[in-house]
Nanobody
């Protein structure tokens, strides 16, 4: 079994920064993709960023490109989402997820990811 545990959410003013963490534990795999998704009230869950674990190659949604950075620490089995220049529209519950199927690259549909964390709330407000 795989466990994903997010942390680092909170309340921040517009223009501020937060760093989310997602610790991966349990069964290990030789290659996989980690993704960050978010879901705002009344909206569908949407892709934010993803990273191929073996190479560190990232992919970003247009809405966050240039403001968010995804990275991973192999030694700690942890993936991070550094969020800068936050906007009120970034307010959502953020989830990390794991996709074992790597042949299609970093996928952006949430149904492609088989493992999920519990989510962490990010609120951007003055």
């Amino acid at each position: 079994q795989v466990q994903l545990v997010e942390s680092g959410g909170g309340l921040v003013q517009p223009g501020g920064s937060l760093r989310l963490s997602c610790a991966v534990s349990g069964r290990t795999f030789s290659s996989y993709i980690m993704g960050w998704f978010r879901q705002a009230p009344g909206k569908e869950r949407e892709f934010v960023a993803g990273v191929r674990w073996s190479t560190g190659s990232p992919r970003y949604a247009d809405a966050v490109s240039g403001r968010f950075t995804i990275s991973r620490d192999n030694a700690k089995n942890t993936v991070y989402l550094q969020m800068n220049s936050l906007k009120p529209e970034d307010t959502a519950v953020y989830y990390c997820a794991l996709d074992l199927f790597v042949n299609s690259g970093i996928r952006t549909t949430y149904s492609a990811y088989g493992y999920w964390g519990q989510g962490t709330q990010v609120t951007v407000s003055s």
